[in-house]
Each structure stands twice: as structure tokens, then as C-alpha cells.
């Protein structure tokens, strides 16, 4: 579903907002991730921007939380590793909600430093933002003076979200251009795993399982979701991580008759390719489906 | 209790301290920053020092002898120091009790910058930005 010119190399341009809304999207330069977004930003809108993939609320145009399913929240990262007990949470949650102050709430109490909270909760809004400005998200609302119940913690501005939107796609790009892994099941290649692996990339690999997704690890171990993405992508540039239906997909000539004409010539082309892999004990022939793989990704 | 900005603050009080940061090293995001940077752009050099930052932490050459083993999830390095002609950058590796991959940036004058004290301090206020 990749959709919108990635900048494959480089850094993206630095400020993408001194342009009218929606111009250059033709020119190869960024494109405004949502002209939307930057009107609010220059009206100092306050409300809730829903998209697609997840929803961003701002303050006086500055974007002060973000929420999006595909990466866990803000109770889900503070209490799966115990920096919050899930009842210290609720009580947060239930002492000040209605106040909408529940972030400083946390800190007043004693119970989290402001600076977990600021760091814990900025790497999830900007975690967040990245996922509900994604290139495939469909049209979006805003509902004025709408205000989240953690209240303020860090507000940052639009530019610097969107700078960093970008700035992130791109560095998936750079670690491996293919999009897939981003939001299918994942299943091991089978290829030798190598024993230094670092750690971190151990644990997300530890939780594939042929059905979880990126997300659903993300959640499991209480990581943004950002992190486990770049993880996945690195995994999966190593050839060690691939998606559940490209798998399936290689495997089909095998057990399915002889495709006679409802195939398309790429998936046709991609049964040859896995076939003659499959036919070859030469460990070569998988570096080289991936090396296509990557460069059709391109 | 102190958060980012306070953090950040405290390290510029340090002597020579031209600039300093709070970064995630999986992303290269700047989550904080303060006073100069290297070349001028505080996002290029976060993400530049987060690719040094995550070699440090994932490589084992870099881990002590026993302990390698990420306990709590958290890097077996401490801190980085890289020295040049004109200056020092100490990065230091914050521990915190969710999952994260963070560090302070402190970027130092060599001429007037005490490299032994900003690094104590520096692990210090890694320390008190998380435990408060």
C-alpha cells in the first residue's frame, strides 16, 4: 500500500511547510503530509484530528497527544514493564480524567518522574503521528475544543511533526525499501539466525509467529511501534523475517495445479523465480530472490 | 522533580557546555535540545549521533565481560566519548523502567570544558530525569 515519492535518499527537505497546501506533490519534493493539519496549525486550532490510522489532538495548534492503533498507548507503555503499576494508572485515570490533567496528576503523586513522563509520552505521540499521517490514510475530520484527558505534557509543533514524519519514512526506506512487513503477519524465512543479533531485534523476532504483525508485537512487548517497525524492516533486509503471504505465495507452485491464465505476469513471474529457488540447493538463489525483491520495492 | 528542558539546563551549566540533547537512538529523534549544535541543525546531529549511539549499545565488543545480556532491556554501555581537536561529546545512555532507547547528547569546548566532571554529572542526570 506504499503510496506518495519516498525521498529514497537524502534527508527531506527541512520545511515542508512554506508551501501552499497541496502544491509540488508532482515535483518530487515532500508532500505536505496533510494540508489540513497545517491550516489548523496556522488558525492555532484546538480539537481532535482524526485520520484513518489514528487521531491527533492540538492545542492552540500545537500538537499536544496522538493516538493510532497500530502503537501501543501511553498506559500500555508505562505499565508493561513496570515503570506504572495498572492500578496506579486507573487511579491517575479516575482522580483527574475528568480534569483532564492526568499527566501531571502522575508526576504531583509521586508516581512517575516528569521526565519519564515527557519522554515516555513524546516518543509516543510522535510514534503515534507517524502512523496517522501515513501515506495511505483516507480523508480526514476535526472536531473543535475536543481535549484529551492527559492533559498538557510536552506540546510540540506541527512542523516538527511533520518534519520528523518524513524524516522517518525515509530512514525505513534506507534500511530496507520494501513496505510489506509494515502491516502483514510475519513469518521467519527459516534462514539461519545470526548469534550475534542484537538484542533488541532478538525479542521482536522471538515474537514472530507466523500471525503477529508488527503492531501485535509492538503491544506484547510494550515498545512503540516505530521501533519495532525499524526492527522488522532490519530483520527482514537480513532475510531472516518475511511476510506470512509472501511465503505462501513462493510456496503455491508446489501444491496448487498449473496456473493457466488468472494470474497476473508479476505473481507468475514470482512463481518461476520461487520455483527455480526451490530447485536449487544453492543458497545464493535466496540472496538473489531478495536482492529482486528489494530492487522491485524500489 | 526535573523533566527534559530542566535536564538539559542543568547540563548546559556545566563548563564549556556549547549544546546539549535528549535523543532516541532507534528513531534518531530529538525529543529536547538546547544551545548550539555541531553543524547548525539539532535534528541532523541527533540522528547522526543515534546511528553511533546504536552501534555502541548493540555490539558486544562494547559490553563488559559478564552482563552483555541487556538485562531489563537496557544497553550494557554507559556512556560514549568521542574527543576532537575542539571539542568533547559525551553520550550518556538513560536508563529508564519503560521500554526505550534514549541518551543525553553533551557537546563540550575542549579549551574550557572539564571532560571527568560532565561525565559524572552527565550519569547523574540521567538518573534524576527518570527516577526524579
Not at chain 1, 492500578?87 to 490533567?101: F, L, M, T, Y
Not at chain 2, 547522526?48 to 552501534?55: G, K, N, S, V, Y
Not at chain 2, 568521542?82 to 538513560?94: M, T
Request: glycine share 10%.
Amino acid at each position: 500500500m506504499e503510496a506518495g515519492p519516498l525521498p529514497g535518499l537524502g534527508r527531506p527537505d527541512p520545511d515542508p511547510s512554506g508551501r501552499p497546501d497541496g502544491a509540488d506533490r508532482q515535483a518530487g519534493a515532500p508532500p505536505v503530509l496533510s494540508p489540513m493539519l497545517s491550516r489548523l496549525a496556522e488558525e492555532r486550532a484546538t480539537g481532535v484530528l482524526t485520520r484513518d490510522r489514528g487521531v491527533l489532538y492540538l492545542v492552540e495548534g500545537q500538537v499536544v497527544h496522538a493516538e493510532s492503533p497500530a502503537t501501543p498507548g501511553l498506559d500500555v507503555l508505562l505499565t508493561s514493564r513496570g515503570a506504572l503499576g495498572s492500578d496506579g494508572w486507573w487511579e491517575a485515570v479516575s482522580q483527574a480524567g475528568a480534569e483532564r490533567r492526568v499527566g501531571r496528576f502522575l508526576v504531583d503523586s509521586g508516581r512517575l518522574a516528569a521526565g519519564a513522563l515527557e519522554l515516555c509520552h513524546l516518543g509516543a505521540l510522535y510514534d503515534a503521528a507517524f502512523f496517522t499521517l501515513g501515506a495511505s490514510s483516507g480523508p480526514a475530520r476535526f472536531r473543535y475544543g475536543v481535549a484529551h484527558w492527559i492533559g498538557p505534557v510536552r506540546p510540540v509543533t506541527v512542523d516538527a511533526v511533520e518534519r520528523e514524519t518524513l524524516r522517518r519514512r525515509a530512514l525505513l526506506h534506507r534500511i530496507w525499501p520494501d513496505p510489506d512487513t509494515d502491516t502483514a503477519e510475519l513469518v521467519r524465512t527459516g534462514r539461519a539466525v545470526d548469534a550475534v543479533l542484537p538484542p533488541r531485534q532478538r525479542t521482536v523476532l522471538d515474537q514472530v509467529d507466523g500471525e503477529r504483525t508488527v503492531s501485535d508485537i509492538s503491544r506484547v512487548l510494550g515498545r512503540p511501534g516505530f521501533h519495532t517497525l525499524v526492527d522488522v524492516r532490519r530483520l527482514a533486509a537480513a532475510g531472516i523475517v518475511t511476510t506470512r503471504a509472501r511465503t505462501v505465495e513462493c510456496r503455491a507452485p508446489e501444491t496448487v495445479a498449473p496456473p493457466v491464465s488468472p494470474m497476473s505476469p508479476v505473481s507468475t513471474a514470482t512463481a518461476r523465480a520461487a520455483q527455480a529457488a526451490q530447485a536449487s540447493a544453492d543458497p545464493d538463489v535466496a540472496l538473489l530472490r531478495r536482492l529482486r525483491d528489494a530492487l522491485e520495492a524500489l | 522533580m526535573p523533566g527534559i528542558d530542566e535536564c538539559l539546563l542543568e547540563a548546559m551549566r556545566l563548563p564549556g557546555a556549547r549544546g546539549a540533547s535528549v535523543v532516541d537512538w532507534t528513531s534518531g529523534l530529538a525529543l529536547g535540545t538546547v544551545g548550539d549544535s555541531p553543524n547548525g541543525d539539532h535534528e541532523a546531529t541527533a540522528a547522526e549521533a543515534a546511528e553511533l549511539a546504536r552501534l555502541a549499545a548493540e555490539h558486544k565488543a562494547f559490553a563488559p565481560e559478564e552482563g552483555a545480556d541487556w538485562s531489563g532491556g537496557q544497553p550494557p554501555v554507559e556512556d560514549l566519548i568521542i574527543s576532537n581537536r575542539d571539542s568533547y561529546h559525551v553520550l550518556r545512555f538513560v536508563r529508564t523502567t519503560f521500554d526505550s532507547s534514549v541518551f543525553l547528547h553533551l557537546w563540550l569546548g575542549r579549551s574550557d570544558g572539564n571532560l571527568a566532571l560532565a561525565r559524572i554529572r552527565l550519569g547523574e542526570m540521567a538518573e534524576r530525569l527518570v527516577v526524579g
